[in-house]
């Protein structure tokens, strides 16, 4: 038995019946046990031949090799990397300097290098996150976010797509490849526009990034609470999934 797929590029592939795998339990129960096949194929009809017990840890090899970008690679952890899971991706990015890009109607087309917080990025299955921390220090979970004061964010830190491209594959588990997906999109509006809300800088958003646009130090003190501190939103976003 086989089927036949064409791909995006045009490319045919076709692809043979090589195994079953079969799950057993016991009636209204979960699968408790499970064998691997081999397929004989008998005048194009297929036959499942006698079997062999499959482990949790073989089956579990097995998903990694049909969909390795939904497990985490096995690797040391970075020291900047707060939590890692096959579904989740939380880190930490020191305060520093990033270029960033503009196309919006108060600020024009511009890019420039400029001053950046301290912030933690939250990946999820379903959403990614960003917001600031005033700490120099690797965050731990009792410490105090604050709203990332950033373009195309929306109120509790969800980013918003647009037509970033988002890693894929190995990608996914690489903090360097979100980074670069969020600060080389456009920065179009301001999605949070309640006054003090996205900042306390005088003048609101798009004064604080005319300052950092022309050089100006970011100031801590421009930065709004979220209201949560790193083991909640982790609690939430993460363990929880979005409210």
Known sequence: ?????????????VYSLANALLLYKEDGQKSVFASIHDIEMKKGIPSIQAGSPVSKT?????????VPEDYAPIKLIENHILAQGSNHLVWYSKPKKRQVWFKSEKLGEVSALTDHPGLVFMVTMDDWYVFAVKSRARPTASTPLYVAPY???????????????????????????WEEAFFR????HPNIHDKNKLT????????????LLKGRAFSADSLVPAGL???????????????
Request: charged share 20%.
């Open 1 to 13: 038995m086989q089927v036949g797929t064409r791909c995006v590029s045009s490319t045919e592939k």
């Open 58 to 66: 073989a089956l579990v090899e097995m998903l990694k090799e049909l």
């Open 151 to 177: 373009f195309n964010v929306w109120q509790g830190g969800r980013i918003c797509t647009g037509n970033v491209v988002m890693p894929q594959g190995s990608a996914k588990y690489d903090t360097a490849a």
């Open 185 to 188: 999109s456009y920065f179009t």
């Open 200 to 211: 306390l800088h005088r003048g609101g958003p798009v004064a604080l990034w005319k300052a």
């Open 229 to 243: 501190k790193l083991g909640e939103a982790f609690e939430k976003q993460v363990k929880h999934g979005r409210a």
